[in-house]
Nanobody, 117 residues
Framework: QVQLVESGGGLVQPGGSLRLSCAPSGFTISSYTMSWYRQAPGKGRELVATISSINAYTTYADSLKGRFTISRDNAKNTVYLQMNSLKPEDTAVYYC??????????WGQGTQVTVSS
């Protein structure tokens, strides 16, 4: 079955860090532009960060620059989201998305991140 699987979510205190991972099943990500999105309770899904398949060019939501880092390891067929200095407002379900050069799109099921003391 072709899918994306996120992991690494959980409960963390404000100011803490988490690293999310996204690994595909059934395909390789090397030719895919990969992104992380998040959806907080009662809100729409928002783009967090994107990393291109060529040159690993990265872009971020303006509000998250400096705290979140997206990266990819094509040898491990995995994309990461390093999240530092977490705040309660970062609480959300985080989703991984992959888009091929032909527009084939895959989403993961999401992983819950809760920032609370």
């Amino acid at each position: 079955q072709v899918q994306l699987v996120e992991s690494g979510g959980g409960l963390v205190q404000p100011g803490g860090s988490l690293r999310l991972s996204c690994a595909p099943s059934g395909f390789t990500i090397s030719s895919y532009t990969m992104s992380w999105y998040r959806q907080a309770p009662g809100k729409g899904r928002e783009l967090v960060a994107t990393i291109s398949s060529i040159n690993a060019y990265t872009t971020y939501a303006d509000s998250l620059k400096g705290r979140f880092t997206i990266s990819r390891d094509n040898a491990k067929n995995t994309v990461y989201l390093q999240m530092n200095s977490l705040k309660p407002e970062d609480t959300a379900v985080y989703y991984c998305k992959g888009v091929s050069s032909r527009g084939v799109t895959y989403w993961g099921q999401g992983t819950q991140v809760t920032v609370s003391s």
